[in-house]
């Protein structure tokens, strides 16, 4: 199977289709294997062509998750190597105009240690999302770390190229860095990395968790707790939405979880020095795929607006069953 960045609760879950692209993932060597997926992360910032084009929108600029491979029927042992996953991929193009880079840290649970070796080495796949058809991927040999490196983000370790520089990552391609490490105790965890994203802007450290690993010892492996799903929410928007061709709505695809969850839509525009709620919606979140949503603009403010050109953003607002909340906006040009 070759999850996607944009499936939420698969590899590089899906998030926005119109904001972040296609994401594959390497299959294990053994058929028995499997990935055991955390969430994905993302890195937001302003489209770089966007604000030279004087119309700047915020899209997803990198996507990250964190995996831990195994055979569910056999899980690892204590004492016996396994391989955990962080990969990254250029889905957008950031302002400044100045591509993006990444570098991951291993953050080792207690009682767990790196098992690089001749036998188990580091294994690195570079992924294509450039063509029209399925994502391609190929072993990267030339760039692969045969060894950890000195940690860069407060982790145990940290996982350069070979050269112990960043991975460079331009637009629409991947890298995928897979890592031996071994267990001196049973347990059930996470593994999780700290990746620093270079783009000339924020650079943020942005953090992902892979799904729990049950580690045995004595044939029983630990149960893991049962997670609690929190909220998340992402949404885009054309960058200039016309009402006149829209039939007084605003497009938008929105993704948002968990399921169950109550997720709202405001259209904001500028107006005399202000801010002002032209229009919103809202709908009960039934699946985890990209949901298509036209919020009404009201028909004062369509007479408000006829003609004129503002600023605008969307905010887009999700409360998750047990009460948490997540929120996101993203800006874009209205015509009246």
């Known amino acids: 199977m070759k999850p996607s960045f944009f499936r939420p609760a698969t590899t590089l879950a899906a998030v926005a289709m119109a904001a972040v692209g296609v994401v594959a993932v390497a299959e294990p060597a053994s058929a028995a294997v499997t990935r055991h997926d955390g969430t994905v992360r993302y890195n937001w910032a302003r489209n770089c062509e966007s604000v030279l084009l004087g119309y700047p929108y915020v899209e997803a600029s990198m996507g990250l998750v964190s995996s831990v491979l195994y055979d569910d029927a056999a899980p690892p042992k204590t004492d016996e190597v396994f391989y955990v996953v962080v990969e990254g991929a250029a889905i957008g193009d950031p302002?400044?105009?100045?591509?993006?880079k990444m570098r991951p840290d291993i953050l080792l649970p207690n009682g767990f240690s790196l098992?690089?070796?001749?036998?188990?080495?580091?294994?690195?796949?570079?992924?294509?999302?450039?063509?029209?058809?399925?994502?391609?991927?190929?072993?990267?040999?030339?760039?692969?770390?045969?060894?950890?490196?000195?940690?860069?983000?407060?982790?145990?370790?940290s996982f350069g190229t070979s050269a112990g520089e960043s991975w460079d990552m331009p637009q629409f391609t991947g890298y995928e860095i897979q890592i031996p490490?071994?267990?001196?105790?049973?347990?059930?965890?996470?593994?999780?990395?700290?990746?620093?994203?270079?783009?000339?802007?924020?650079?943020?450290?942005?953090?992902?968790?892979?799904?729990?690993?049950?580690?045995?010892?004595?044939?029983?492996t630990p149960p893991p707790p049962t997670p609690t799903p929190v909220a998340s929410v992402a949404a885009t928007v054309s960058p200039v939405v016309k009402l006149d061709k829209t039939r007084g709505k605003v497009p938008v695809k929105a993704t948002a979880g968990p399921i169950g969850s109550s997720a709202g839509l405001a259209v904001k525009a500028r107006v005399g020095g202000t801010w002002k709620v032209v229009g919103k919606t809202s709908y009960?979140?039934?699946?985890?795929?990209?949901?298509?949503?036209?919020?009404?603009?009201?028909?004062?403010?369509?007479?408000?607006?006829?003609?004129?050109?503002?600023?605008?953003?969307?905010?887009?607002?999700?409360?998750?069953?047990?009460?948490?909340?997540?929120?996101?906006?993203t800006t874009f040009v209205l015509k009246g």
């Open 181 to 220: 490490i071994v267990a001196s105790v049973a347990a059930s965890t996470p593994v999780e990395f700290a990746v620093r994203v270079l783009d000339g802007n924020t650079n943020p450290l942005i953090n992902v968790t892979s799904d729990y690993v049950g580690v045995v010892a004595g044939g029983t």
């Open 284 to 329: 009960e979140v039934g699946g985890t795929q990209a949901t298509r949503v036209k919020v009404p603009v009201t028909k004062r403010w369509r007479q408000a607006l006829d003609g004129r050109r503002v600023k605008a953003k969307l905010v887009a607002k999700v409360t998750a069953p047990a009460g948490d909340t997540a929120t996101t906006a």
């Open 95 to 100: 302002y400044p105009c100045v591509g993006q």
């Open 115 to 157: 098992a690089v070796s001749p036998a188990t080495p580091i294994r690195c796949f570079k992924w294509d999302y450039s063509g029209d058809g399925d994502p391609t991927s190929t072993p990267e040999t030339a760039l692969c770390p045969t060894a950890a490196q000195p940690p860069q983000s407060g982790g145990s370790a």
